[in-house]
Every structure is written in structure tokens, then in C-alpha cells.
């Protein structure tokens, strides 16, 4: 078992076929047993991006339709979701006035160093998974092991 941070940029490629599909499919799929961590923000920004691909005419309504409901599903049952809450907020703002990350990603950022801390006693690693350079950058910075779906 391992435990893994999703950011937004990485899990939509469980909703939508792209680079990076197979690997996001192979650590989250249930028989690896991994520990799948998410920002509750993560769902609205995946919504989102679904939608504006159907708009954009990248997803027919169908693949749309299927890939929200599976989101939905997902967010019920497969991840571990961590709550936006003041307690959160405050290193977000840290992260992102030192490293000059996007409010979001400051805020992913801020709930994966959570994720990695509530594991240090244990010896068990935390890995980004993010194709966010920025992010993954600011992310090494704070120590968190990190890997970017799009180099494979």
C-alpha cells in the first residue's frame, strides 16, 4: 500500500483519455490498495474542466454525462477527501506567497503537506501526483515525493 495526493491536473485524467490516463487508472484502481487522497475543491475544478470540454466540443454529452457521474461516484466510495477549512487556509497562503502558486494550487499544495504529515510517524511516503510543473515544483520544495502523469 502506498499513499497518494491527486491535484486536479492529474485525476482528470481518470474522467477524460489522455496522457497520463493509465497511470492515474493504476494507482487508483482498488486492487493496488493505495491510500488516495484529494482537496474537496478537486471536485468542483473537475466538474468544471468536464464541461468546459463538452462546450469546446473535445467530449461528446454522453462522455461527459459518464465521466460526471463517475466523479460523483468516485468521490462517495474510492478517495480520501480532505475538507477546506480554516485550519487548511492558513498554509495555503503560506505556500503560495513563497512559492507564487495559483490560489488553487496553493491550497492542493497546502492539503498534501497535511496528508504527508498525518503519515510521518508511520514511514510511509506521500507522493504528489500532479502535471502541474509549477505545483510539482513548489511541492518538492516542501519535501513531498512527486510524480507528473505526463512523463509517462
Same mark, same amino acid.
Given at each position: 500500500? &502506498?499513499?497518494?495526493?491527486?491535484?486536479?491536473?492529474? @485525476?482528470?485524467?481518470?474522467?477524460?483519455?489522455?496522457?497520463?490516463?493509465?497511470?492515474?487508472?493504476?494507482?487508483?484502481?482498488? /486492487?493496488?490498495? !493505495?491510500?488516495?487522497?484529494?482537496?474537496?475543491?478537486?471536485?468542483? =475544478? @473537475?466538474? /468544471?474542466?468536464? &464541461?468546459?470540454?463538452?462546450?469546446?466540443?473535445?467530449?461528446?454529452?454522453?462522455?461527459?454525462?459518464?465521466?460526471?457521474?463517475?466523479?460523483?461516484?468516485?468521490?462517495?466510495?474510492?478517495? /480520501?477527501? @480532505?475538507?477546506?477549512?480554516?485550519?487548511?487556509? /492558513?498554509?495555503?497562503?503560506?505556500? &503560495? =506567497?513563497?512559492? $507564487?502558486?495559483?490560489?488553487?494550487? $496553493?491550497?492542493?499544495?497546502?492539503?498534501?503537506?497535511?496528508?504527508?504529515?498525518?503519515?510521518?510517524?508511520?514511514?510511509?511516503?506521500?507522493?504528489?501526483?500532479?502535471?502541474?510543473?509549477? @505545483? !510539482?515544483?513548489? $511541492?518538492? &520544495? =516542501?519535501?513531498?515525493?512527486?510524480? !507528473?502523469? !505526463?512523463?509517462?
Amino acid at each position: 500500500m &502506498a499513499a497518494y495526493f491527486f491535484d486536479s491536473s492529474a @485525476l482528470a485524467k481518470m474522467y477524460v483519455a489522455e496522457t497520463g490516463t493509465a497511470l492515474v487508472q493504476s494507482i487508483v484502481d482498488p /486492487s493496488a490498495s !493505495n491510500e488516495i487522497y484529494v482537496a474537496h475543491i478537486t471536485r468542483v =475544478e @473537475l466538474a /468544471s474542466a468536464i &464541461a468546459r470540454r463538452q462546450r469546446a466540443g473535445d467530449l461528446t454529452s454522453g462522455a461527459a454525462a459518464g465521466a460526471l457521474s463517475d466523479l460523483r461516484s468516485d468521490f462517495v466510495s474510492e478517495y /480520501s477527501i @480532505l475538507q477546506i477549512t480554516a485550519k487548511l487556509i /492558513s498554509p495555503a497562503c503560506t505556500v &503560495a =506567497e513563497k512559492h $507564487a502558486l495559483r490560489g488553487y494550487d $496553493a491550497v492542493q499544495l497546502a492539503a498534501a503537506v497535511q496528508v504527508k504529515a498525518a503519515y510521518a510517524a508511520t514511514g510511509l511516503y506521500v507522493t504528489l501526483v500532479s502535471a502541474d510543473l509549477d @505545483l !510539482n515544483r513548489a $511541492a518538492m &520544495a =516542501e519535501g513531498l515525493a512527486v510524480d !507528473n502523469p !505526463n512523463t509517462h
